[in-house]
Antibody
Framework: QMQVVQSGPEVKKPGTSVKVSCKTS????????VQWVRQTRGQGLEWIGW????????NFADKFHNRVSITRDVSTNTAYMQLSGLSSEDTAVYYC????????????WGQGTLVTVSS | EIEMTQSPATLSLSPGERATLSCRAS??????LAWYQQKPGQAPRLLIY???SRATNIPARFSGSGSGTEFTLTISSLQSEDFAVYYC?????????FGPGTKVDFK
């Protein structure tokens, strides 16, 4: 059974960057895809982007295209999401979720990482 | 970008009742549709993928149907733990957008 553990909460100043990690275990990391999703307080789920772990190919929602980077390190079974140019509107809980590339069923979710942007 | 809509926004029901939640895509997503349940303070939980396949350890009272642009999540008999927010998400091509959610609450 796959487990997904994200890095801890972050407090950032406006204009800076944040990098959230997503460590997986229990399955072959290179047979997965990882998506990143965020949720502002009381709101719905917003798709940020995804990465196919085997190839490293990543795609992003247009809203984040110029500010986000999604990478992976297959030696540590970890995916990363870095968001730059932070503003208060980026204050949210960020989730990663992993799926097998046969089904793309995002069954394994991290616990979420609260990113607070405040001056 | 494929837009996802869900209806109703809120569904007020009593335990034991049947819940029927709808999800609509602006363009065909074939069967590349998932349903998630989310409770306050928790990560989403995958219920259904491939429009109709239950995820691991999901009770049989949850079922999904539909293809193309119209999808339905049915909870045959609501249990107390089922009162939550439900989201649909397509994954036919990125961006894999979510619907705005349906809140199932106590009548």
């Amino acid at each position: 059974q796959m487990q997904v553990v994200q890095s801890g909460p972050e407090v950032k100043k406006p204009g800076t960057s944040v990098k959230v990690s997503c460590k997986t275990s229990g399955v072959t990391f290179t047979n997965t895809a990882v998506q990143w999703v965020r949720q502002t307080r009381g709101q719905g789920l917003e798709w940020i982007g995804w990465i196919v772990v085997s190839s490293g190919d990543a795609n992003f929602a247009d809203k984040f295209h110029n500010r986000v980077s999604i990478t992976r390190d297959v030696s540590t079974n970890t995916a990363y999401m870095q968001l730059s140019g932070l503003s208060s509107e980026d204050t949210a809980v960020y989730y990663c979720a992993a799926a097998g590339v046969m089904t793309f069923a995002y069954e394994f979710w991290g616990q979420g990482t609260l990113v607070t942007v405040s001056s | 970008e494929i837009e996802m809509t869900q209806s109703p926004a809120t569904l007020s029901l009593s335990p034991g009742e049947r819940a029927t939640l709808s999800c609509r895509a602006s363009h065909s997503v074939s069967s590349n549709l998932a349903w998630y349940q989310q409770k306050p303070g928790q990560a989403p939980r995958l219920l259904i993928y491939g429009a109709s396949s239950r995820a691991t350890n999901i009770p049989a009272r949850f079922s999904g149907s539909g293809s193309g642009t119209e999808f339905t999540l049915t909870i045959s008999s609501l249990q107390s733990e089922d009162f939550a927010v439900y989201y649909c998400q397509h994954y036919i091509r990125w961006p894999f957008t979510f619907g705005p959610g349906t809140k199932v609450d106590f009548k």
